[in-house]
């Protein structure tokens, strides 16, 4: 009788033992799953986050390229119809409002 009991403590001790490391190898897969998750969500961002620099870059280039078409490294002289030409001199601040200077050619 005492090796009958004997191997039912054991049995029992056994199947406690295999529960833990079940439970321990369900917890580890599911944070595994969890960071892999949030990974791809990361990259998806990140893939969205890619191709909107791509656009905005590109606009800036062509912006870029436009506004120094005459090699100036400035803005193209504004064109006004009823004045002739004028340009963006500078802008001197006063306590009531801002003035902007505007020579006229």
């Known amino acids: 009788m005492k090796s009958f009991s004997n191997l039912r ?8 033992v295999l529960v833990n490391i079940s ?12 960071i892999l998750s949030n990974n791809r969500e990361v990259e998806a961002l ?13 606009l800036n280039v062509k912006y870029h390229r436009s506004l120094n078409s005459n090699g100036s490294g400035f803005i193209d002289v504004v064109s006004c119809p009823s004045a ?12 009531d409002a801002i003035v902007t200077n505007l020579t006229f050619s």
């Open 9 to 16: 403590a054991t049995v029992l001790i056994y199947t406690i």
């Open 23 to 34: 439970l321990l190898m369900a917890i580890v897969m599911l944070n595994n799953s969890s």
């Open 46 to 58: 990140e893939t969205k986050l890619t191709s909107a620099l791509k656009y905005k870059t590109s």
């Open 84 to 95: 002739g030409h004028f340009t963006m001199s500078g802008t001197l601040q006063r306590d």
